[in-house]
């Protein structure tokens, strides 16, 4: 039990009454004295008072919060996606409630429990959830709105489009006007929406081409370096001229593993990636990517949820943010 | 305002009590019919029922929460440290409030105040705070017990110690074993108390070789890749045989500015960090570096404060974590 620093010490310090402490510090400050108003001002910072949040959570019935759902907080795609919710959050004196669930189903389920617990507002989930629809179910019936992003949704809902689709048929374009015609394919074992509309965008566009690529060429792994790492001697035995990585995480993993294997990028193996993530300037080569905008799909997401809080009955909002190829050194122009 | 279903509500639909469910729910269900209480927990289910946590910590006084700030999620080795709180923290039924703070005192504040206003029951500060006593006033005239990590306490308090001094040592020893004497240190600008220790220990052993660094010598910027990379120049000019940047984000900054730059690593200059996050694999060459042990660190911050929580008079803990050098391919034997 904390003893935090309540109204009454405030007024007894000041020698007012609790309702003179309360009516100042609220701004109705007319009614009294400068003197007054000073005096509580200053005794409110020296004493550290600072006004009890469960209390009036209880009375609004809202932790004035935002649940946060991320798979992977060590991924730098997610850390600039929750300070772009932060940004917006903070601005509307809301805050995020950070949560990694590891792709692990408990955690997923204790810290969506712990949202709903805590009176958050709504929620954004980026992870892949096991259930859609027992998420939906609870969220529902608890009357709190939820945005996914990077997933299918139950229903028709608040959408942070970033076209996946098209960012797949950017890179297969690009990698078909470098030459490249026998392609080894890198991805995540338990694929989320976004991912899978990414390979879509890149097989359809190689098909259409009539250089379709095989199922065998696809390999599936965890969606980090350590899983891009793991799988790279597999990829070499397929003696493709290039490989594309799901995103920049898996990339970075076969990075390393290629030149541990030694090889070298693009000379005897070219590899795109996805996301465009700060690493991707560091590593050598750098790396060729498509740029998402992950600052400003973290705050869409918080404004939609926040305007979906304020009025439950809006329409539906799409935001639509741009993508684009973000060219660099690892892959060569093989004709 | 979220429409939470109620107790009301779970007691109407099974046509019972809300004392019956209250009972029930809090298991002390021998007084009742399995069937009834097998309803109970069925409609719990059904209808989505959490118990609402606000008016739960209005009477206890206790969000179980723990507020926690650092300078930058983005760095992986945060990453590791928030998941050793999170991971204690849940064992124990609390939640971590996670704030990155970007070293803006604004931000700073703005979060601190939040942390008291939500009821956190502790906090543990990993960000560098521009004024410490501000702080310790502020959250001890509230009663939450907070602990400070890579930094100077005001007074005398839990700590977890990873001897930084010690590592500066083990650097500076490799190093000058390996044959280097001339130096460049990349550092932060505003240095918090575990990188001052980290370069004393460093400094101190090369004077002790008479092999004196000049204060020209030690370069600040901001601790992050990108302040890394802006230095480059700097410090290439210095003519060095080594770089001991004081921390890995910092050299794998620099590992892109001396790529540019055309030289090689470490036939032309060597480079050590310090950290050991997963990036330091990934890089070409791999980075020779200290180990901290960032998940256990942040375990042990949660242990720590929730025996603080538990017992504001117990006697001060200090908790002491090896470190270690990991070789790797980034220093060249000179002699």
Redesign the interface.
Known sequence: ?????TITDLARRANVSVTTVSQILNGKDDRFSDKTVKKIHQLQKE??Y??????Q??I????RTIGVLVPN??N?FF??F??GI?SVA?ENGY?P????S?NNQK?ES??L??S????A?GMIIASAISDVSYID????????PYLLTDQAPVAEGDQVDVNNYHGGEILANYLIQKGHQKVAVVTDQHPTLNLKQRLAGFLDTFKSHQLSISADRIIETELT??GG?HVTDQVLKMKSTAIFALNDELA??L??GI?EAGLKIPDDISIVGYDDI??T????PTLTTIHQPSFEMGASAARLILARIQDRHRAFQRVALPISLVERQSVKTLN
């Open positions: 039990m904390t003893k935090k620093v004493m550290g600072v006004p009890d949040f469960n209390a959570s209880l609004r019935r809202s932790g907080i060590n730098p850390s600039h929750l300070r932060e903070m805050i409630l950070i949560f990694g590891n955690l204790y810290y429990f712990e709903i617990r805590r009176a507002d179910n609870i969220l529902n019936q608890n009357g709190i370096k350590l790492y970075i993993g990075y390393r030149h700060d690493l300037e560091y590593v050598t």
